[in-house]
C-alpha cells in the first residue's frame, strides 16, 4: 500500500518506469433476474349465454379458430319457430298497415285505427328481434381469434350460464407478469428491452420489451408490478408458465479503473494520474469492485474523469510531481455484472 512522501521532488531525478491505463466511463446498470408468470395477449372461459342442452362441440383441443366462429351448439329448435313465428306476425302486421295507408284520405279507416297499426308493426318487429337474440344466444361462438383449450362439455350434457365450456387464448404474443422492489421505479420505462426463459426451452432466450407497468406500488410488499411483452415465435410458449425474467436498468455514470490502481493513504483513497509527464495525486471515492476493476464516483471532488491516465504498476516510489516514464499501457474493461434478483442487487 503506497503511502505518501512529505518534500518536493527532485526534478532532476531519472524518471520512474509505470505503467498505466486509461479510466473509462461506464454506467453502472443492475442486472436484474426475477421470476414470472405466462398471460396469453387476449383469454377467454367460455360459458353459455342460457341454460340447455349441448347438441354438437365443433371444435377440439388445440384447435385455431377465427373470431364468431361457433364453437358449442346448444338445442334451438324453440327458439327457431319463435324467430319464424315472429316473422310471420311482422307480415301480417305490414299487410294490415299497407292496406290501410292506401285508402288515403278517403276516410274509411280512421286515423287512430291506422296509428294502431303501425303501432303493431313496431311491435311484431321488436318481438323478432327478440326472438333472433335468444336463437344467437343457443350457439356459443369464439369472441377472438385463438387456440381453443380442452373441451369440458359433450353433446347431451345440460349446461347452464355457470357452466364452463373451454378456455380460448390468443397466444401469437405473450405477456410475462413480474414483480420488482420500488427502489428501481425511476429507472423503469415502458418499451425497455428485456429477454425471458423457461425451462421447457431452457437453451432459448426470448426477447421482449416492457408493456405496462403498474400506477401503484403495493403497500404490503412494496413492489410494483410489471407486464413484459415477448413475441411467441414458433408458438413454443404458453400462458402459465413460469419465466425468469432477466433486465438490465440504467444508473449512474461512474468510472472504471484497474482495482491495483486505487490506493489508500491519510485521507482517504486516491490514484497516481500522469499529467504532463509527472505524478500527480486525485483522491477519489470508490463505489465498488467488481471483477478486478474498481468503480469510481466521479462527482467527488478532485477525482479523476473519462480518459484519464492512472498509474497500475509503479505506484510504490511515486511522489507528487515527480517525473515517470510510461512504459506498458492496460486496456481497461469494465466488468459485467452477474445478474441478480431483486433482493440481492444493490
Known amino acids: 500500500m503506497a503511502q505518501s512522501v512529505q518534500g518536493p521532488a527532485n526534478p532532476a531525478a531519472q524518471p520512474l518506469p509505470v505503467i498505466v491505463a486509461q479510466a473509462r466511463a461506464v454506467t453502472d ?10 398471460l396469453a395477449q387476449r383469454a377467454a372461459v367460455l360459458r353459455p349465454a342460457v341454460a340447455g342442452e349441448v347438441t354438437a362441440v365443433r371444435f377440439k383441443a388445440g384447435d385455431r379458430v377465427r373470431a364468431g366462429q361457433t364453437l358449442v351448439q346448444l338445442d334451438d329448435r ?7 313465428l315472429a ?16 285508402t288515403g284520405t278517403t276516410g274509411a279507416v280512421p286515423g287512430s285505427v291506422i296509428d294502431e297499426a303501425r303501432g303493431a308493426r313496431r311491435i311484431a318487429g321488436i318481438e323478432l328481434e327478440r326472438a333472433q337474440v335468444a336463437l344467437a344466444d343457443r350457439a ?30 390468443d397466444r401469437r404474443q405473450l405477456r410475462v407478469a413480474f414483480e420488482l422492489p420500488e427502489r428501481y421505479l425511476a429507472a ?41 411483452a415477448v413475441p411467441n415465435v414458433g408458438d413454443r410458449l404458453r400462458p402459465g408458465m413460469s419465466f425468469r425474467v432477466r433486465l438490465s436498468l440504467p444508473g449512474e455514470q461512474l468510472i472504471a479503473i484497474p482495482e491495483l490502481a486505487l490506493q489508500w493513504g491519510r485521507d482517504g483513497s486516491f490514484v ?21 476493476q474498481v ?16 498509474v497500475v504498476e509503479g505506484v510504490q516510489r511515486l511522489r507528487e510531481g515527480l517525473r515517470v516514464e510510461i512504459v506498458g499501457n492496460r486496456r481497461v474493461v469494465p466488468a459485467q455484472p452477474a445478474a441478480s434478483s431483486p433482493t440481492g442487487a444493490g
Not at 446498470?29 to 405466462?38: D, F, I, K, W
Not at 415502458?190 to 401503484?216: C, K, M, N, Q, Y
Not at 468503480?295 to 492512472?310: K, Y
Open 29 to 38: 446498470a443492475a442486472r436484474l433476474a426475477v421470476l414470472g408468470s405466462g
Open 295 to 310: 468503480l469510481i464516483d466521479p462527482r467527488a471532488d478532485g477525482s479523476i474523469v473519462d480518459g484519464e491516465t492512472v
Open 272 to 292: 497516481w494520474t500522469v499529467r504532463d509527464a509527472r505524478a500527480a495525486k486525485a483522491m477519489v471515492r470508490s463505489v465498488r469492485r467488481e471483477g478486478g
Open 78 to 84: 324453440a327458439e327457431k319457430l319463435a324467430v319464424a
Open 87 to 102: 316473422k310471420n306476425r311482422i307480415e301480417v302486421a305490414q299487410q294490415l298497415l299497407t292496406r290501410y295507408e292506401n
Open 188 to 228: 423503469l420505462a415502458v418499451g425497455g428491452r428485456l429477454s425471458v426463459s423457461t425451462s421447457a426451452w431452457p437453451e432459448h432466450r426470448f426477447d421482449g420489451h416492457v408493456a405496462e407497468i403498474d400506477s401503484r406500488i403495493d403497500p404490503s410488499t412494496r413492489q410494483i408490478r410489471l407486464q413484459a
Open 140 to 169: 356459443v361462438r369464439a369472441p377472438f381469434a385463438g387456440v381453443i383449450g380442452l373441451a369440458e362439455v359433450k353433446a347431451g350434457d345440460r349446461v347452464t350460464p355457470d357452466t364452463v365450456l373451454a378456455t380460448l387464448d
